[in-house]
């Protein structure tokens, strides 16, 4: 698998998910733009890049930018063209959790909700297919097992999560005739910041880390890193038949009924 010659833009790819996905690309050759908030993250994932490149040494190329802010997601799609002329993979990172049910979800946080893990994956999609067109390339979205599964507590994020797989299926039939994929990645508990962020304390989070040996089948939540691997092959040649897939990277959790 090579991604020499390939420019791909990664959202959200200061930490986690993001930040792994670069890593893993910059081993197979991809010259990379990456986007977040953190421009200080996004240096180091940036610096680790470079470490670990082959068959290429492009230098990634960071933008730093709010995907809620549309033009900041402008900036981000024309930065990546001006430098490198091209777009064959855009990885749709980035995105929050929050805890809330229907009794106290507030409107607030529900747009903040839908506005960043939605409304920015279409807005940034959209501006991105004319390019990915003249490549041939294809999209991954980076979704949820929450997405697939209903799960309590968590209502908005799983609400734009279901969202996002059925927009990669929409997208993918639509932009099929023109030889661009689509496809998302459904993770389960993966270690990373995310559920920190979105209002666990450290016991908090050590608990629900406990817990994620029972409700995945393999007995484990899982790394950054095997989310990453999957996303690349969804991303290379190797998957040039599969469009319109979400595809479960969670240890099975998706398939389990806990008793």
């Known amino acids: 698998m090579s991604f020499v010659g390939k420019v791909v833009l990664i959202t959200g790819a200061s930490?986690?998910?993001?930040?792994a996905t670069a890593v893993h690309l910059a081993r197979l050759g991809a010259?990379?733009?990456?986007?977040?908030?953190?421009?200080?993250?996004?240096?180091?994932v940036a610096n680790r890049c470079e470490q670990v490149?082959?068959?290429?040494?492009?230098?990634?190329?960071?933008?730093?930018?709010e995907l809620t802010s549309?033009?900041?997601?402008?900036?981000?799609?024309?930065?990546?063209?001006?430098?490198?002329?091209?777009?064959?993979?855009?990885?749709?990172?980035?995105?929050?959790i929050g805890v809330g049910s229907i009794e106290n979800t507030s409107l607030a946080q529900y747009d903040q909700m839908f506005n960043t893990n939605v409304r920015s994956v279409y807005h940034l999609s959209m501006l991105a297919v004319p390019h990915l067109v003249k490549t041939k390339g294809n999209i991954v979205n980076v979704s949820s097992v929450?997405?697939?599964?209903?799960?309590?507590?968590?209502?908005?994020?799983?609400?734009?999560?279901?969202?996002?797989?059925?927009?990669?299926?929409?997208?993918?039939l639509e932009l099929a005739p023109k030889g661009v994929r689509v496809n998302s990645v459904n993770p389960g508990v993966v270690v990373t910041?995310?559920?920190?962020?979105?209002g666990l304390d450290a016991e908090a989070y050590a608990k629900f880390l406990e817990r994620s040996k029972e409700t995945h089948a393999l007995g484990r939540p899982g790394q950054p890193e095997e989310v990453a691997?999957?996303?690349?092959?969804?991303?290379?040649?190797?998957?040039?038949f599969i469009t319109g897939a979400s595809l479960p990277v969670d240890g099975g959790r998706h398939a389990m009924c806990p008793r």
Do not use: W
Request: charged share 20%; proline share 2%; glycine share 10%.
């Open 15 to 19: 930490s986690g998910i993001g930040a």
């Open 31 to 44: 010259s990379l733009a990456l986007t977040g908030r953190n421009g200080q993250n996004l240096q180091e």
């Open 53 to 65: 490149q082959t068959g290429n040494k492009v230098k990634p190329h960071i933008i730093t930018g």
């Open 70 to 96: 549309e033009a900041d997601t402008k900036k981000i799609l024309d930065s990546t063209i001006e430098h490198f002329k091209q777009l064959d993979v855009l990885v749709n990172n980035a995105g929050i």
């Open 146 to 172: 929450n997405g697939l599964r209903a799960f309590s507590g968590v209502l908005a994020y799983c609400m734009s999560k279901s969202a996002i797989d059925q927009f990669t299926r929409c997208v993918a």
């Open 193 to 198: 910041e995310l559920q920190k962020r979105g």
């Open 229 to 240: 691997a999957t996303i690349a092959f969804l991303a290379s040649p190797e998957a040039s």
